[in-house]
Structure formats: C-alpha cells, structure tokens
C-alpha cells in the first residue's frame, strides 16, 4: 500500500493492484475567496498550489469522493478527468451531481461495492459537532468516510471530514484498521469550533487504534484550517506519539 499526499483531501492509493484518487480538487492557487464566516476568510482558496502537475493525477483506476464541498471536488478536475472513470460517491444526491458533470460510470458506495477484487465500505462521519451541524447544516451536509479492505492488504481507514465522535470510535472498533488517514487541520467555523479533527482528536485515535498506522491528510490547504503541520508534529513530539502518526508534506508518497 502506498498512500501519497497531493494536497488537501486528494490523495493517491495505491491498493490492491489498483489505483485510486480519491476527492480530486485541481484547481489553481487562489480560485476561489475564502470561505465566509470562518477563519482566515481573507485568503483565498486553495491557499496552495498543486505540488504535480494534473496529468500525473489522471492515470488512476477509479475515483472516490466523499463529499462534493468545493475544497474537495472542481470544475478543474470535471474537466481533466476522463469521463468513462469508475466514479464512487456517497449517495444518490452526490451521483447526480457527477453524472450531471458528463461522467458516465458513476456507482454510489451503499452496499459496499468491489472493484477488481478491493471492498470499498462506506463509514459514517459528521463534519463538525451536534451543534455545529444543526445550525450550519445546508452548509455542512452530509460527509462519508471509507474502508478499503483486499485479502493481500493492510485494512485502510480514511475517516474522511470528520471530528472525532461515536461514529469513528465505532469504525475503529468495528474494522480495526492498519492504517488510518486523518483528515486533521482542525478547519473551523467562527463561534462554532472544529468541523474536521485537530490535534486532540488525532490522539484520541491513536489512543484507541494502538497498533495502526496514522496518516495526517488535509493540512494547510484551506482558508479555515488552524492547525499546521509543524504545530501537529510538535503535539506528537510532546505526546511521544512520532513512532506510528506520519504528517506527510504535498507530493510525498508514504509507503505502508
């Protein structure tokens, strides 16, 4: 297994003999204003550029993608990528935005489909706390996470857009992954917290998942995130946590 790192939630899987991208955000350095009504709203997303070009991203086997928030999914990538591409998503909703985008091969995660031999679970998230997501949920949605399992492989965990709640607890009791991707930048809305994990959230995983790699995703990427690759391997270090949480920089491949 070889996870890399492309930038945000866009990361490169290799698993099982295939290939996956999964959350395919393409577009340049500065495409769009920054969110309102969160941190940081003054700068513009993404706040980095892509560290490859797109055409190193396209040689995939299927796509997935969790959810289609604009830091997660663009017109830049609907238009690169090839429209016959086995395409995941999490629901209905999600397939018809796809579809409507002009790709043809679009199969909703529910029922835990299989590709060439790879199981791709879906697995629960919410982005952001109980209160958070009552009072912002038209912004918020819904959000999915995902297991990929293969006789020949380590069990993979991306928890996808998540805090840390009873639901990931659940999933990592439940599947007792390997290997975990954190989606950690501890992105916030004014007055309401946290919608994906920070640092505390990484330690209550890597308490409860004691043999397993972790993978820190979506890092300094977005407008609203306020927790930086340094400041998290800092926590680590303090924590004595640096032997099993990689923080991986944009463009590096970590091999699992």
């Not at 769009?32 to 513009?44: A, I, Q």
């Not at 659940?170 to 809305?189: E, G, K, T």
């Not at 998290?232 to 970590?254: A, Q, S």
Request: aromatic letters at 8%.
């Amino acid at each position: 297994m070889n996870i890399r790192q492309i930038r945000n939630a866009t990361l490169v899987i290799d698993y099982g003999g295939k290939r996956f991208l999964t959350d395919p955000w393409f577009g340049p350095k500065g495409d769009f204003p920054g969110f309102d009504g969160t941190p940081n709203s003054h700068l513009r997303n993404p706040t980095v550029d892509l560290p490859v070009p797109i055409d190193e991203l396209l040689g995939v086997d299927a796509v997935i993608l969790t959810h289609v928030h604009p830091d997660h999914w663009d017109d830049h990538a609907a238009r690169a990528l090839p429209k016959d591409i086995p395409f995941f998503v999490q629901h209905a909703g999600d397939r018809e935005i796809i579809r409507a985008a002009g790709f043809t091969d679009v199969r909703v995660l529910t029922g835990n489909p299989v590709f060439d031999g790879v199981k791709i679970i879906k697995t629960p998230g919410q982005h952001g706390s109980d209160e958070c997501v009552t009072a912002i949920y038209d912004l918020l949605g819904e959000v999915c996470g995902l297991v990929l399992r293969h006789p020949s492989e380590p069990t993979l965990y991306l928890a996808g857009d998540t805090v840390f709640n009873d639901y990931v607890e659940a999933n990592l009791r439940s599947f007792s992954p390997d290997v975990i991707v954190l989606n950690c930048c501890d992105a916030q809305v004014t007055g309401l917290g946290s919608i994906i994990m920070n640092k505390e959230d990484v330690r209550e995983v890597y308490r409860l998942a004691p043999h397993a790699r972790i993978v820190a995703s979506h890092m300094e990427a977005v407008n609203h995130a306020t927790l930086t690759r340094a400041a998290l391997r800092g926590f680590l270090t303090e924590h004595g946590m640096t032997d099993r949480v990689l923080v991986p920089e944009d463009g590096e491949t970590c091999v699992l």
